[in-house]
């Protein structure tokens, strides 16, 4: 069951998105060569209690960490650990805070130092860039399908490939709610776009092929290939207004 969020929930969650922004400033000025995705993982939790908010991801079905540190070859919920960085790696941090009841949910990805490997340059571009692609087809009485097909045909169109495992989700007062929200399909499918909807959009982009399995962790899911992964994801939400982005 959806449910809609009214204007004072939205700012709650506006309140969170931007302690989340704190979170990205403060772990991508520290990122480099050398340091742990432990080292990473424990900025981004100092960050979030210091700004009073909560790290929704801590102790979630279990997870231990503040936020998924994702390495290369690693699509999502990498688990932070003695993994060391090196320059060129690509890292994703994907992080969750909650405020008064209500939670954001956004991700980035990085390239570790300097880089000259057009690959993964256009690949962290193309994800960022299937997310734009995603909000720009909204119109009024759009659909789900609309956003997800948009994104995969900016993703495909480039060469790259769309995992299917893993999609963004609706969120609010739970990390995880209805809808669900694929980044593939076919237009004018799924959930019609209302004001109040709040989703979180999370393209996740592979070189290779999109299959994915899971380490023995239980946690880090990686490209069965081996090939690089980013994940891009916001927090939105439909106003009256337009789209707001709440984790910008």
């Known amino acids: 069951m959806i449910s809609l969020k009214s204007k004072r929930e939205i700012e709650i969650m506006a309140e969170a998105g931007q302690i989340l922004q704190q979170?990205?400033?403060?772990?991508?000025?520290?990122?480099?060569?050398?340091?742990?995705?432990?080292?990473?993982?424990?900025?981004?939790?100092?960050?979030?209690?210091?700004?009073?908010?909560?790290?929704?991801?801590?102790?979630?079905?279990?997870?231990?960490?503040?936020?998924?540190?994702?390495?290369?070859?690693?699509?999502?919920?990498?688990?932070?650990?003695?993994?060391?960085?090196?320059?060129?790696?690509?890292?994703?941090?994907?992080?969750?805070?909650?405020?008064?009841?209500?939670?954001?949910?956004?991700?980035?990805?990085?390239?570790?130092?300097?880089?000259?490997?057009?690959?993964?340059?256009?690949?962290?571009?193309?994800?960022?860039?299937?997310?734009?692609?995603?909000?720009?087809?909204?119109?009024?009485?759009?659909?789900?399908?609309?956003?997800?097909?948009?994104i995969q045909n900016c993703i495909e169109s480039r060469g790259f490939y769309v995992v299917r495992d893993f999609i963004g989700h609706g969120i609010g007062r739970n990390i995880h709610e209805d809808p669900q929200v694929p980044n593939f399909g076919k237009p004018n499918r799924g959930a019609k776009i209302e004001e109040g909807l709040c989703i979180a959009i999370e393209p996740m982009v592979t070189v290779g092929s999109y299959a994915v399995k899971t380490l023995n962790d239980g946690w880090t899911v990686v490209t069965k290939d081996g090939s690089l992964s980013s994940h891009y994801e916001d927090t939105l939400a439909f106003t009256d207004g337009g789209i707001r982005i709440l984790t910008r």
């Open 23 to 150: 979170v990205f400033v403060e772990t991508k000025k520290m990122i480099c060569a050398g340091i742990t995705t432990a080292d990473v993982d424990a900025v981004a939790e100092a960050t979030i209690l210091k700004h009073k908010g909560n790290p929704v991801f801590k102790g979630y079905h279990g997870f231990p960490a503040t936020a998924c540190i994702s390495v290369n070859e690693e699509v999502v919920h990498g688990l932070p650990g003695s993994r060391v960085l090196s320059n060129g790696d690509l890292i994703t941090v994907d992080c969750g805070v909650e405020v008064g009841g209500y939670c954001v949910d956004a991700a980035r990805t990085w390239i570790v130092g300097t880089t000259e490997d057009k690959v993964k340059i256009e690949l962290v571009k193309v994800a960022k860039d299937s997310f734009e692609a995603g909000i720009a087809a909204y119109k009024e009485g759009a659909r789900i399908g609309d956003l997800s097909a948009a």
